[in-house]
Every structure is written in C-alpha cells, then in structure tokens.
C-alpha cells in the first residue's frame, strides 16, 4: 500500500505496521499459554477494558522507519522483559547505581546512556503510535492527537534522530521486583495535566511511565535530574491497576476467550 508516511512525510510504500511489538504478543502467549489467548490491554481512566489477540497494526510507516523503530527501540528492549526463560531486566537493575529509595521503590541510574536512551526511544516510539492516529478499530478509542502537539514535534524528531534526546521528556522504567505470574502487555493510557501530560503502557515485567510537556513543574524537573531516564525496582503487584488487571484476566477474559473460540468453532 502507497501512502504517505505519518513519521517522515515521504510518499513510500507503507508497511503494515504494528501498534506494540510482535515479539510481545508472541512472547506471552507461547511463553505463558494459560493467559497466551488474551493478550490484555486496558484503556481509558474510567478503567474500562477489554482483551483481544487480535493483533493491533496499521499501514503507518515506510520501511526506513519502521526500522528505524526496530533497530533502536524493540530490538534492545524486548529481551530485557520478563519472558518464560526468565527477566533479564530484573537481574540488571541489582547491578545499576542507586540514587534513592522512595516509599517502597529503589530508584535506580542507567548503567549508560545507550540503555537509557534504547529505553526512551522504545517508549517514545509507543507513545508516538499512539496519538500519530486513529486506533478505534481496533477498540481503542480516541488516540488520534491525544499527546500534546509540543511533545509530538518533540517525539518525531528524536524518532527521526535529530536529536539525541526528545526534549522536555521524562522516563521512569518501573521494573517489577516480585514474580511475574500474569506477564500482560497494557495500550497507553494518557493523563493530562496542567503543563504535561503522563503516558504509561506495560510490557511484562516492565511498566514505562512518560511524562512530556513544556512545563512539568519543580518537582518533577528535580526528580528527574541529572538524568532524564530512571530505573525503578518496584512492586507493580501493590499498582492498583495491577488488581484490576489480575481480576480481569482471571474472572473475565479467560471466559470469555473461551466463548469466543466456542462461538468461532460454530460460525
Ligand atoms: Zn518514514
């Protein structure tokens, strides 16, 4: 398919891109078959959800960025996920320097900037897909321009690589200290406030927390300095959102996976 394409503006032929990585969706239903059949998502702040294994991707990007997104975002960040054959990420952080402990939370320095900034360019490259357009077919309602055009503008250039950081843009990369028993893969979700805006999705394993805008405040400039990207050992399991999920996939998605494939079955 020809088009346009919605990060470099070039007439190309448009790959059939995906919202979050194959590897994901492919990592959790063959690593973790009891939850393989629902990958879950959860949207909206009024906590609404629903789960599908259908396969959110779109004709978006021309080849050169599409692999622009692989080689810098994906390619070294998915094998740092919790996967069957263990989490990477999790052994990584004990051997990161620690800045401080915040409630229950270690805060962590990246152990480079390469990984710091592998990190925020995967996030970047999520949170762009996001709001670059419309994902409604797919159950995921009002995504186009819902990140502010400032951070957007900030976002595509760095994508692009013109400049080493996006700026006015904030990375905590939330690794979960606990087992990880229900691996799941979250859409972001998007708060807005005043000056910023806050943008979280979840891989298995690894919640990634953005917050973009001009003015994000004192205290948020603060904590985030002298680096933009932080590593936080946490225990996503005490995240209010992480009960919801749980009780979702257990009580309703596996059910109702079920009947689906029954109802398949019968068509
Ligand atoms: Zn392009």
Excluded at 40 to 54: E, F, N
Excluded at 102 to 109: A, G, L, P, Q, V
Excluded at 164 to 169: Q, R, S
Aim: proline residues 4%.
């Amino acid at each position: 398919m020809n088009g346009i394409c919605a990060l470099c503006k070039k007439s190309a032929k448009l790959k059939d891109s995906h919202f979050m990585p194959k590897a994901v969706y492919r990592s959790i239903s063959k690593g973790f078959p009891e939850h393989g059949q629902n990958i879950v998502w959860i949207t909206g702040s009024d906590k609404s959800a629903a789960y599908t294994d259908k396969q959110a991707k779109k004709h978006l990007l021309c080849e050169s960025c599409e692999l622009k997104f692989s080689k810098n975002g994906e390619d070294k960040v998915i094998h740092f996920m919790a996967r069957p054959n263990g989490f990477k990420l999790a052994t990584k952080i004990k051997k990161f320097k620690k800045r401080s402990n915040i409630k229950d939370d270690t805060w962590y320095f990246p152990s480079s900037d390469e990984i710091a900034k592998s990190f925020m360019y995967f996030a970047i490259s999520i949170a762009w897909r996001l709001s670059a357009t419309d994902w409604s077919a797919f159950g995921i309602p009002e995504t186009k321009n819902s990140i502010r055009e400032e951070s957007m503008s900030a976002f595509s250039d760095f994508l692009l690589g013109n400049t080493d950081l996006p700026t006015n843009t904030y990375l905590a990369v939330y690794v979960d200290n606990q087992i990880v028993d229900t691996p799941s893969m979250g859409f972001p979700t998007v708060k807005n406030h005043e000056g910023y805006q806050h943008i979280v999705f979840n891989i298995p394993g690894i919640k990634l927390s953005l917050l973009a805008g001009n003015n994000p405040g004192a205290g948020i400039r603060e904590a985030f300095s002298p680096t933009n990207v932080y590593f936080v050992s946490s225990s996503l399991k005490t995240h209010p959102d992480y009960h919801f999920m749980v009780n979702f996939i257990k009580n309703e998605s596996v059910a109702k996976g079920r009947l689906l494939k029954e109802r398949r079955k019968n068509v």
